[in-house]
Nanobody, 120 residues
Framework: QVQLVESGGGLVQAGGSLRLSCAASGSFLSINAMVWYRQAPGKQRELVAGFTRDGSTNYADSVKGRFTFSRDNAKNAVYLQMNSLKPEDTAVYYC??????????????WGQGTQVTVSP
């Protein structure tokens, strides 16, 4: 069984910064993709940033230049440094990972989410 645990959310004023962390644990051969999503009230979940199956790192246009995605392979962890936060960044942020469990066996897993609230 694999697990993702997020941390680092909170309340911050506009223009402030937060750093989210997501750590993977459990039994798996590799992590093929690891991505941050967010979901604001009344809106669909959207991709924020992360690395995908082809190894590239992608960002949503709305966060480019403000958010920085990074990874620590030794710790099976990813991070999201969020600077110049805006009220529209308010959402629950979720970590998603595609684990390779074995030959031809994969698990698409989600963390429990962490709330980010940006006040005007």
């Amino acid at each position: 069984q694999v697990q993702l645990v997020e941390s680092g959310g909170g309340l911050v004023q506009a223009g402030g910064s937060l750093r989210l962390s997501c750590a993977a644990s459990g039994s798996f051969l590799s992590i093929n993709a690891m991505v941050w999503y967010r979901q604001a009230p009344g809106k669909q979940r959207e991709l924020v940033a992360g690395f995908t199956r082809d190894g590239s790192t992608n960002y949503a246009d709305s966060v480019k230049g403000r958010f920085t995605f990074s990874r620590d392979n030794a710790k099976n962890a990813v991070y999201l440094q969020m600077n110049s936060l805006k009220p529209e960044d308010t959402a629950v942020y979720y970590c998603n990972a595609l684990f390779r469990l074995g030959i031809g066996t994969y698990s698409d897993s989600w963390g429990q989410g962490t709330q980010v609230t940006v006040s005007p």
